[in-house]
Each structure stands twice: as structure tokens, then as C-alpha cells.
């Protein structure tokens, strides 16, 4: 499992945990009933936080940072299938009642997230009819999101796909600059380095990204969205339609 999170001071939150969108939504009655039980972690980047298979024995509000969900292979290969920064939830099979996770959850990106113990959710939840709600509907945003991704990595070209993760990715760390490897893009988008390269190489050339060594910097975002298919204004347009529907 990679090293252990590190316990850091928690910002002032005047009884909510303002850095996660889904905590914010919930009542001031089941903040009081969630907060004590919520640790304020740095995450590390690479930092794996689920394995698939193994029990999950923590759950994850993500503050800041990137996280994606990862499908493997029994020969090795992998293809990222969620991707999450701040306001997202890791651990939704517990919510469920389930306790193992199907994928990898890794952190792209450094930043912080709330942990909780699973018991410990498991037991407020009857108690916390709003929370529950949230995250039965942030469950359906990633099964939507990851339903786009599969027809994407099916249907699209490497530069397509490379172009939509980049725009998720920025949107979800909330920063244009991402650290990222090409052998790392490649396992994400479940293709050959060489590939990647190539694609990553056109963007480079039509004036989109510049990089560096371990990091990508968006600097035309415009251009960008004109590069990716139509995957990423799908995925934005349900998420928009969702939220509006429960307002």
C-alpha cells in the first residue's frame, strides 16, 4: 500500500469541513454528528488509498489534490475509469454496505482529504439522511463519468482522450499545471508511452501544453476543448443538468 498519510493541523472550518463540496451541503446537526469522527490528512502524491479486493478500512473526502480510479489487469495493464479532486468521495462501496473496493484509488496530484473510519460512517449514516443522499448522488456522477470514460477509451484517439483527461484533471485539482509523467498518461489512458508522446507532442506543437519533465502546464484552454471529444462537454453537461434538476 504506499506510505502512511500524514495527520496535519485541520483548517478552521466554523463547524463544516469547507474544503469538500459534499460535506458542505449537509446540516449544521450532522456536521456535529461527522466532525469528530473526521481526520484532516496530507496526501502524498501516488498515494494509493484503496487497493482492489482488499478491505476498505477508510474513507476519503477530498479536500484539495487529484485522485483517480484505477482498473487493473491481471497482466499488469491499467486504465484510469474515475477521476475525482476537491468535493469527491473514495470509498463508495461502503456506503452500500460492501467492504472491499473493485479498483486502485491513487492520488495524482499532493493535497489533503478528511478520513473517516468506514465503522465509523457505517454507524452515522441512518443518522445522516442528507449525507447519505449526497453520496448516493455523487455515485451516480461517477458511475456516469465512468461509463463516458469506457465508450471514450473504445471510440476515441489517443489526442482526443489526452485532451478530455487534461481538462478533467485541471478542473478537478483546480490548477493549470498538473505533475504528470508521460509513462503515467499512458497507464491512465490505457495506451503505449510512445503513443502518448506522440499526441502529447501535437498539443505541445499547436501551442496547448508546454512540458517538463514531470509536469504538464495547460496554457491554452480554449484550444484544449476543441482538441478532446465530445466525452468531456457530455460528462460537463450531465453534471450540470443533475445539479439543476435538484436545486
Excluded at 465503522?119 to 458511475?143: K, S
Excluded at 489526452?162 to 508521460?182: C, F, H, I, K, Y
Aim: proline share 5%.
Amino acid at each position: 500500500m504506499g506510505a502512511p498519510l500524514m495527520v496535519v493541523p485541520a483548517p478552521p472550518t466554523n463547524g463544516k469541513s469547507a474544503g469538500n463540496r459534499i460535506l458542505q451541503t449537509i446540516p449544521q446537526k450532522e456536521s456535529e454528528l461527522l466532525l469528530p469522527k473526521l481526520e484532516f490528512m496530507r496526501l502524498r502524491i501516488h498515494q494509493i488509498l484503496h487497493e482492489p479486493g482488499e478491505p476498505v478500512k477508510s474513507v476519503f473526502f477530498v479536500d484539495k489534490g487529484l485522485v483517480s480510479i484505477v482498473n487493473l489487469q491481471s497482466d499488469g495493464k491499467s486504465v484510469e475509469v474515475g477521476l475525482m479532486g476537491r468535493g469527491g468521495f473514495v470509498g463508495l462501496p461502503v456506503v452500500d454496505g460492501f467492504r472491499s473496493s473493485p479498483n486502485r484509488a491513487v492520488a495524482q496530484a499532493e493535497g489533503t482529504v478528511y478520513r473517516m473510519d468506514t465503522e465509523a460512517l457505517q454507524q452515522l449514516l441512518p443518522r445522516c439522511p442528507v449525507l447519505e443522499r449526497q453520496l448516493h448522488r455523487f455515485g451516480q456522477q461517477v458511475t456516469m463519468q465512468a461509463m463516458q470514460i469506457a465508450a471514450c477509451n473504445r471510440l476515441h484517439e489517443v489526442d482526443e482522450r489526452l485532451a478530455r483527461w487534461l481538462l478533467m484533471s485541471v478542473d478537478a485539482l483546480g490548477s493549470n499545471e498538473l505533475p504528470l509523467t508521460q509513462e503515467l498518461l499512458g497507464q491512465m489512458l490505457g495506451t503505449r508511452r510512445s503513443s502518448v508522446s506522440v499526441a502529447a507532442g501535437m498539443l505541445h506543437k499547436a501551442g496547448v501544453i508546454a512540458y517538463t519533465r514531470g509536469n504538464v502546464t495547460v496554457t491554452d484552454r480554449a484550444k484544449l476543448e476543441e482538441a478532446a471529444c465530445e466525452c468531456y462537454a457530455t460528462i460537463q453537461n450531465q453534471q450540470r443538468r443533475w445539479e439543476e434538476e435538484t436545486q
